[in-house]
């Protein structure tokens, strides 16, 4: 396997721990692993412990000094098996179910203890249909039987996915058309809701997963409130300190232009029904996710980062 990027700075007491990213994916469901785990990353180091990543090409850009890299991908983990030498914990983000096996076993044999998900909401569908067509839910269950401590985390859409080019196609295209045009165009935007969380706040989950024992084998709720489309045009709007105008299109015009920048159909289907789908049911969901135990505020102790919070760390994103 290719030699791990040791830095002498690296602390050698504190406990090891792998973090697994892989490039943008436009599939339902997927999360901006590189800017999920760089936040990570960060946290990580901060609390004395030692970060091992594996990355595939363009993800190895952006690292704090401290971590050991390893360029590879976890979809291929029988060529980096000495990646897990001396880990801890895992924070499994971009696995496949057609290698997730290979990846658990040389986990184990390396003396791992404990593997954390990064999955997606897609598991409490899956289980109506036949297990050869899983997929998180495929990965889900390969941890719970791999013999190892593992903890589940189901993200709501990341606020940086539209940085990275992962899912959701919603608000995809808004960083070219406000910084061409002052203007965004997307369907249900009178109405579309979706939920989002901040990266930050995303990785702040995945530390005492990771970290601590109050979690295992268990599902963390990473989860925000459902939030207008319009709402997150104006916290750009006021961020960036320009007015955008909102341009409403058919759900067909958006799929054409979601569609020309490469999002699959899978997840242009997933898009369209969750804006609708989270407008109609806004009430029922908004309560959902506030009834979820334990809260984001009690797992990461603190009141989680708004839209307004993310649209001013990222404003010349769109400037």
């Known amino acids: 396997m290719p030699e791990i990027k040791r830095i002498e700075s690296t602390p050698e007491s504190g406990r090891l721990r792998l973090l697994t990213v892989v490039s943008a994916r436009k599939d339902a469901g997927s999360s901006p692993t590189g800017i999920v785990g760089r936040s990570l990353a960060r946290q990580l180091l901060a609390a004395g412990d030692r970060v091992r990543v594996i990355a595939e090409p363009d993800q190895l850009a952006d690292w704090p000094d401290a971590v050991e ?10 060529e980096y098996a000495a990646a897990f030498d001396g880990v801890e914990s895992v924070f499994l983000a971009g696995a496949l179910p057609s290698t997730v096996q290979d990846a658990l076993a040389l986990a184990l044999a390396a003396g791992v203890r404990r593997i954390v998900v990064l999955s997606s909401h897609g598991p409490e569908y899956e289980e109506a249909y036949p297990p050869e067509t899983w997929f998180w839910l495929a990965i889900e269950r390969a941890v719970e039987r791999s013999g190892m401590e593992w903890t589940h985390i189901r993200p709501s ?37 979706y939920p989002f969380i901040h990266e930050d ?33 104006r916290s750009i709007a006021e961020a960036i300190g320009r007015d955008i ?49 334990p809260s984001m505020k ?13 649209a001013i760390e990222n404003a010349d994103r769109f400037r």
């Open 298 to 310: 009690e797992i990461i102790g603190r009141s989680p980062r708004t839209y307004d919070d993310w």
């Open 157 to 193: 859409a990341v606020m940086g996915s539209v940085l990275e080019g992962t899912y959701p196609a919603t608000g995809s295209d808004w960083p070219d058309t406000i910084r061409r045009e002052q203007a965004v165009r997307e369907a249900f935007l009178g109405e579309g809701h």
């Open 201 to 233: 706040d995303l990785a702040a989950v995945a530390v005492p997963a990771l970290r601590e024992d109050e979690y295992v084998g268990g599902v963390l709720e990473a989860v925000g409130l459902p939030i207008s489309s319009l709402s997150r045009v």
């Open 69 to 78: 890299l390893v360029e590879g991908s976890i979809t291929r983990p029988g």
């Open 245 to 293: 105008d909102a341009v409403e299109l058919t759900p067909s015009e958006s799929r054409a232009i979601w569609q020309r920048r490469g999002w699959p159909d899978s997840g242009i289907d997933v898009t369209l029904y969750a804006l609708e789908e989270y407008f109609a049911q806004l009430a029922e969901l908004t309560r959902w996710t506030l009834e979820q135990r």
